[in-house]
């Protein structure tokens, strides 16, 4: 069973920059597909980023040009580096993962991921 642990968030001026991190333990880290979503205060959760196994990665718009997701297999650890950052990107972000290989259609859905993490909350203020 693998469990994922998020830290690094916080709270950040518009303009700055946060890392997020996501460890993970209890399975074969090079073989899962990892991605990371956010749920703003009365919202859904909604796809930010995603990064495969073989390390190709994908954003959504709102992510594109500012947000990165490195992983670094040797420590079981996904990250989310987050520049130039808005209020609009203030959210609960969540670290998840998951064995299945998705088109794009599908990796920005949140049922696709088996596992989970407890959330890191990200405040920017203006």
């Known amino acids: 069973q693998v469990q994922l642990v998020e830290s690094g968030g916080g709270l950040m001026q518009a303009g700055g920059s946060l890392r997020l991190s996501c460890a993970a333990s209890?399975?074969?880290?090079?073989?899962?597909?990892m991605g990371w979503f956010r749920q703003a205060p009365g919202k859904e959760r909604e796809f930010v980023a995603h990064?495969?196994?073989?390390?190709?990665?994908y954003y959504e718009d709102s992510a594109k040009g500012r947000f990165t997701i490195p992983r670094d297999n040797a420590k079981n650890t996904v990250y989310l580096q987050m520049n130039s950052l808005k209020p609009e990107d203030t959210a609960v972000y969540y670290c998840?993962?998951?064995?299945?290989?998705?088109?794009?259609?599908?990796?920005?859905?949140?049922?696709?991921?088996?596992?989970w993490g407890q959330g890191a909350q990200v405040t920017v203020s203006s």
């Open positions: 998840a993962a998951t064995l299945k290989r998705l088109l794009w259609e599908r990796l920005r859905a949140s049922s696709e991921y088996d596992y």
């Open positions: 990064i495969k196994y073989n390390y190709n990665t």
């Open positions: 209890g399975g074969t880290f090079s073989m899962l597909n």
